[in-house]
């Protein structure tokens, strides 16, 4: 089949070729159906701008597309599938040495960059469907010009869409040249539906092809029905073939889980007028000649985020007011059409105008792994078309460290990272696939996987009758939640997914007919991956080790036997899920935690989809993650110095154990030391003739510098508390443990003497009375006394062998100052004269002389 020169895009033809040999990057905007995936491959090949053997590779978002138009492109070029043209997609590939053009979809080429930064035999990359701005078009992109900078000026970039704001891609690009074709289109009239569906009591799918067969009547075309995915368009076929109205149409399904022989029959060409019903691969990827009309079921599987798994998940959701335009667009190819939009008008105006690019709502794993295997150490600094949430990125940095894939202060990618580079699932499933493969349990490791993708199936919070049969048929379950749950979809699976069957258990029936495919998937990319996916017996210890492999970062630990609480790594904490059949696990990793809104406005974290793990396993798998500690620590509560024995798994604590014995005891001197010093334990002993005594002792060492007494500073006082503390553990021993003894340890025997000589903590004065002496840090010794005690004594006093006067205070009868002086004789004769009539008024009853 030669290629189509009537196609709009051949306008352009000579000016990509031109703006490609000038320069090395381009824009192409084109409407659907131009030809632009289909035709602008093959000019690049004919006009020389692969060189002698290179390929151009073209990044497509969608399998079924790749697929498809590698087909049509072979046709096309005369050459056969996987020679001259191929594709590469997940789990298939038709590809060889010859090949010249390649198509290729998701992390392909974002990996055969990773492992060649030169792109040896690439000569140029086409990045088809751009608006749909999937994460690894957006990332390919970004990694394609970095690499065209530095080692590849030749290599040639081409960016192509059908709606497309070229603006900020083009500064993006810059310099790069942007080329638009208008193409051919007729009007297509949009209908809305007069009232609102509630698709849970009307299924989309009996609406669907209610409208099939009223527009079927209008028109003369083929049809073009748009729902999210397989199931409803099973739905939908069935629903159309039934209805009377709809008789001599074929009818053919269209999405990514058919055969490629039922991908090819819906493209094909009839005598009968046709209906296919597609997802919205039909939107831009691929084009159906001859359609007219396009029913618009409004709904799309996306993939997002889903933090109560921490993986990206599928779901079901309205598609964007630009999404349904491109719908409706299919219907004016050939001629004018019409489109039924199965909502209403004014719902039409509350829906997103744009989807979110990938980058801002997906899981960053995956690509950021891919990256730092790219030698890219910094993902912040990436040189990202629209930057992500540094959070996101974080998180993704984050969850690979735990899974042992990143390590390090600059989080550098590890063997084990490479290792799981292998598997193009998210890191998580990669990581469990290699702990599979080492303990040979591939097969139920890939049922997990895909138990884990959509949401469960068994209902929560059953009545008592569906949980006694649920125990009678599944039996009972103390290992993991998996288990139950891979029970449960056996016997589903086994019931054909029966309504009945399923109700009886409290499964949700679709819910489960989703996991047979993935399952598939899962061993598929094991197997291709050659790792050994043959049926064996289940080795639940083995089974529940890669669990934890991939779930490390959700690590639980029970806080006591009695609730539900626990402890999570990362400081979180949550409390299990009623229902799980966990219960006596004091260790468990939970698949999924979600955070519910409680009445009072908190948060809890409830874990689910646990599993029971055990700590030696941690050791086994993680062993830079585990920590054995032994540490000398004070009790506060107990007041002693202890021993505390810990096991932690990262931050997470799995054992304290405390004792008193054992402690060395340099180590506790020095703890108790602190406590003393800090003043939280008291030496009972240490009272304030033993304050006075030191500051005796530094007066001394200041007083009389002959006499070489070393003064006691504040590191001194530290020295002789922790000798006091040596031996102890704390507690009342240690309280009540005398302190002179170490003291007096201080100075020799003739220091000791000399103290008690030179400065005193008594005088004896000349009546005969023993009189205190009070020493301060500075100032000279003070002497206080009352009037009473003074009488009959003269002059001035000193120590130290008359070195250092003593100053007197003289205190009233209640004990409170009136005088200081250091002369007595000076006191009686000029100051106790004025004072005495005042003082004997007031103290009748006291002597006064
Ligand atoms: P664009 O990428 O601009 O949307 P394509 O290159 O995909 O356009 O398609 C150009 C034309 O080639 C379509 O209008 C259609 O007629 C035809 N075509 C493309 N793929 C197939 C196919 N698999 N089977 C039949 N016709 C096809
Ligand atoms: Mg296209």
């Known amino acids: 089949m030669p290629a189509p020169r009537d196609l709009p895009i051949y306008e352009l033809e000579s000016a990509v070729v031109a703006s490609l040999r000038a320069q090395g990057r381009l824009i192409v905007q084109a409407p659907t159906g131009s030809g632009k995936s289909t035709q602008i491959p093959q000019m690049l090949w004919r006009h020389g701008l692969l060189g002698e053997k290179g390929e151009v590779v073209v990044l497509q978002p969608r399998r079924l597309a790749a697929r498809m138009l590698a087909k049509r492109v072979a ?111 007729f009007p297509v009239r949009i209908e809305y539906l007069p009232k609102a569906v509630n698709f849970e009591h009307e299924p989309v799918w009996e609406v669907a092809a209610r409208e099939c067969e009223r527009v079927a009547a209008q028109t003369g075309g083929d049809l073009l029905v748009f729902m999210p995915g397989a199931y409803e368009i099973s739905r939908t076929v069935q629903a159309i073939e039934g209805g009377r109205g709809l008789r001599g149409f074929v009818v053919f399904p269209l999405h990514g889980e058919l055969s490629p022989e039922q991908q090819d029959r819906a493209v094909e060409r009839y005598d009968a007028r046709k209906i296919i019903v597609a997802t919205n691969v039909a939107e831009t990827s691929l084009t159906i000649d001859g359609v007219t009309a396009v029913i618009d079921g409004g709904l799309a599987r996306v993939a997002r985020f889903d933090p109560h798994r921490g993986i990206n998940t599928l779901l079901v959701e309205k598609i964007s007011a630009a999404s349904a335009d491109q719908r409706a667009g299919r219907a004016g190819r050939t001629a004018p059409g019409v489109c039924v939009r199965l909502w209403t008008e004014r719902e039409h105006g509350l829906r997103m105008p744009q989807e979110l690019p990938e980058v801002k709502r997906l899981d960053l794993a995956e690509v950021v792994l891919t990256l730092k295997a790219s030698g890219i150490e910094d993902v912040f600094a990436f040189p990202w078309l629209e930057k992500p949430d540094p959070a996101g990125l974080a998180r993704a940095e984050a969850l690979l460290a735990d899974l042992g894939a990143l390590a390090g202060e600059r989080k550098t990618i590890t063997d084990i990272g490479r290792k799981m580079l292998r598997f193009p699932v998210h890191p998580r499933y ?148 009623r229902e799980s059949a966990i219960q006596r696990a004091p260790l468990l990793v939970a698949a999924e935690i979600s955070e519910i809104g409680r009445g009072d406005g908190e948060v809890s974290t409830l874990l689910s989809l646990a599993t029971a793990v055990e700590e030696g396993w941690l050791k086994e798998i993680f062993p830079d993650d585990f920590r054995e500690t032994r540490s000398v620590v004070y009790d506060a509560q107990s007041k002693r110095v202890v021993t505390r024995r810990e096991r ?174 250091d002369d007595l004789t000076n006191f009686w004769r000029e100051q106790y004269p004025k004072i005495k009539a005042e003082l004997s008024r007031r103290y009748p009853r006291h002597e006064w002389r």
């Open 75 to 185: 046709e096309e070029a005369g050459t056969r599938l996987g020679e001259g043209v191929g594709y590469q997609i997940r789990l298939e590939s038709r590809v060889s040495e010859r090949t010249r053009i390649r198509f290729v979809t998701e992390g392909i080429l974002l990996r055969q960059m990773s492992f060649d930064a030169t792109l040896r035999g690439v000569s140029a990359i086409v990045f088809d469907e751009f608006h749909e701005r999937h994460l690894y078009g957006d990332i390919s992109l970004a990694r394609a010009v970095q690499i065209q900078q530095s080692t590849r000026p030749d290599l040639r970039i081409v960016v192509m869409s059908a709606t497309l704001d070229a603006g900020a891609l083009r500064t993006y690009l810059a310099p790069c040249e942007v080329l638009v074709s208008q193409g051919r289109s």
């Open 430 to 577: 990669a990581r469990m696939f290699l702990a599979a493969e080492e303990r040979g349990c591939v097969r139920p490791v890939a049922l997990m996987a895909a138990l884990t993708q959509g949401r469960s199936f068994l209902i929560r919070n059953v009545d008592k009758r569906t949980e006694e049969a649920r125990e009678e048929l599944l039996g009972e379950e103390t290992e993991s939640d998996f288990f139950l749950l891979m029970r449960a979809w056996r016997y589903a699976e086994q019931a054909s997914y029966g309504l009945e069957a399923c109700r009886r258990l409290g499964i949700h029936a679709q819910g489960a007919r989703q996991v047979g495919p993935l399952f598939e998937q899962f061993l598929g990319i094991a197997e291709q991956e050659g790792l050994d996916v043959a049926e064996k017996r289940i080795d639940g210890a083995a089974v529940r080790k890669c669990v934890l492999a991939g779930f490390s970062d959700q690590l639980a630990r029970r806080l006591d036997g009695g609730t539900l609480r626990c402890e999570l790594v990362h400081g979180r904490r949550g409390v299990l899920a």
């Open 648 to 821: 932690r798994f990262r931050d997470l604590v799995l054992e304290a154990k405390a004792s008193s014995d054992e402690a060395p005891l340099d180590a506790a001197a020095a703890l108790l030391t602190k406590e003393v010093l800090a003043g939280r334990i008291k030496l009972e002993a240490w009272d304030d003739t033993v304050d006075q005594w030191v500051v005796r002792v530094n007066r001394l060492a200041e007083w009389f510098p002959e006499l070489e007494v070393n003064p006691i500073t504040d590191a001194d006082r530290a020295t002789l508390v922790e000798q006091i503390c040596y031996g102890e553990l704390g507690g009342r021993a240690l309280a009540d443990k005398p302190v002179m003894p170490v003291l007096r340890d201080w100075l020799t025997a003739e220091q000791l003497a000399v103290l008690d000589d030179y400065v005193p903590e008594r005088l004896v004065m000349g009546n005969g009375r023993k009189a205190r002496l009070t020493y301060a840090k500075e100032g000279p010794p003070v002497m206080s006394a009352r009037i009473q005690e003074l009488y009959g004594i003269e002059g001035r006093f000193a120590i130290g062998h008359g070195r250092v006067t003593v100053k007197f205070e003289i205190l009233a009868p209640n004990h409170r100052p009136i005088q200081i002086t």
